[in-house]
């Protein structure tokens, strides 16, 4: 006759499905099962962030048992599952078109969790002025409200200024003057953008 205690069935399942735990030094990805003996003690972790398909990561959240994000679990006598739980993040990629337009805020590539509303903003510079969104974005409100419910691509328009007249005289009139290096009679107009030197 043997006496060995009965196995329990511990399972490890993650929110969402199919990301990795580590358990007892081996990497697995959920769900996974294991045959334990009530009593003994494992050790469980799980990495952060964990990659998902292209502009999505994953941050864990919390153990559903209330563990940190590593312990060690004492096996129970009866089946059980833990569950690690994840928050899902989106990236956001801004850009200025032409590059040299302006800037936008937030710059780069940045994170944020699903759901999360997100102001972007446009700042033209000098001789410049913000026309419109492209790519994730539409419109001409600035700024605008961006909510993350996948990755976002958003690209800030901006447009030279329209030209303006600028005149030269002098007093008296019909003198010399010299604008960008060449001689004129004044008066003389000239067509120019908006912020120009």
Request: aromatic fraction near 10%; avoid cysteine.
């Amino acid at each position: 006759n043997f006496n060995t205690s009965t196995a329990v069935t511990i399972s490890f399942a993650s929110s969402p499905s199919g990301l990795q735990v580590t358990v007892d030094g081996a990497n697995y990805t959920t769900p996974v099962s294991f045959q334990w003996t009530p009593g003994s003690q494992h050790s469980v972790s799980t990495s952060s962030p964990q990659s998902g398909p292209s502009g999505t990561r994953y941050v864990f959240s919390s153990w559903s048992d209330g563990g940190a994000q590593s312990h060690t679990i004492t096996t129970p006598s009866t089946n059980t599952t833990y569950t690690a739980n994840f928050t899902t993040q989106y990236s956001l990629t801004t850009s200025a078109n032409p590059t040299n337009g302006g800037t936008v805020s937030p710059s780069g590539t940045s994170w944020y969790n699903s759901g999360q509303t997100i102001s972007v903003q446009a700042t033209p510079n000098t001789g410049y002025k913000f026309s419109s969104w492209s790519g994730d974005a539409s419109g001409s409100t600035n700024p605008t409200s961006i909510t993350m419910n996948a990755p976002k691509n958003i690209v800030a328009n901006f447009t030279t200024g329209s030209p303006v007249t600028i005149s030269f005289s002098s007093s008296p009139s019909g003198l010399q003057v010299t604008v960008d290096g060449t001689n004129y009679t004044t008066p003389v107009n000239f067509q120019w953008t908006p912020g120009s030197q």
